[in-house]
């Protein structure tokens, strides 16, 4: 099955930018429906971005405007460009099919702070 590992993460002051990066290996990616989520301390882990294999994407309303969810398949590498980021943004992020039927990888520490 794919395997999944994200980087990227950092810390980052509020108004700041951030791309992540979810590289795919092990199984076919390309017609793979895929998501990015984010778990927040002492939260429930939440969707953030999505994008369908064809290309359209959708995002939770905190984060509309701000970030964009894109891929390449040739590479196997799904993004999230994160801009004009938040306290509230301070999360683990992780990438996962949409629905989230894979096992959860690290993840990569956002940290929204001045």
């Known amino acids: 099955q794919m395997q999944l590992v994200e980087s990227g993460g950092g810390l980052v002051q509020p108004g700041g930018s951030l791309v992540l990066s979810c590289v795919a290996s092990g199984s076919i990616f390309t017609f793979v429906p895929m998501g990015w989520y984010r778990q927040a301390a002492g939260k429930q882990r939440e969707m953030v971005a999505t994008?369908?294999?064809?290309?359209?994407?959708d995002y939770v309303d905190p984060v509309k405007g701000r970030f964009t969810i894109s891929r390449d398949d040739a590479k196997k590498i799904l993004y999230l460009h994160m801009n004009s980021l938040k306290p509230e943004d301070t999360a683990v992020y992780y990438c996962?099919?949409?629905?989230?039927?894979?096992?959860w990888g690290q993840g990569t520490q956002v940290t929204v702070s001045s």
């Open positions: 996962n099919r949409n629905p989230p039927l894979l096992p």
């Open positions: 994008i369908t294999f064809s290309g359209s994407t």
